[in-house]
């Protein structure tokens, strides 16, 4: 199964989500209440939780500027956490 998002008519592939159930993936829903959590069901019943990680990474000069959705949601150009390099990137 593949998970896509578009953005300015694009598609861009986020991520791909190998047969980890017997018989393989007969059903995908999402959490109503909580986000980024996914359900997948297969042929033998058996039901698997996922919680997709999101995050945002970005260089600036000699800066990494880091944020992961699943603690904070902070906007660009703001960031969670900064790492400073000796030299620029």
């Known amino acids: 199964m593949e998970l896509w998002a578009d953005n300015n008519c694009h598609w861009h ?16 829903v999402w959490h109503p ?3 980024l959590t996914l359900y997948l069901s297969g042929t033998a ?3 698997v939780r996922m919680e997709l990680q999101a995050a945002a990474a970005v260089v ?3 800066s990494i500027l880091y944020t992961p959705f699943s ?3 902070v906007p660009p150009p ?4 900064m790492l400073e390099a000796p030299q620029p990137l």
Request: net charge neutral.
């Open 78 to 81: 703001m960031t969670l956490h």
């Open 45 to 47: 019943a058996a039901i």
């Open 60 to 62: 600036d000069g000699s």
């Open 13 to 28: 592939l986020k991520q791909s989500i190998g047969p980890r159930l017997a018989g393989g993936i007969t059903r995908a």
């Open 71 to 73: 603690n904070a949601n």
């Open 33 to 35: 209440e909580e986000p």
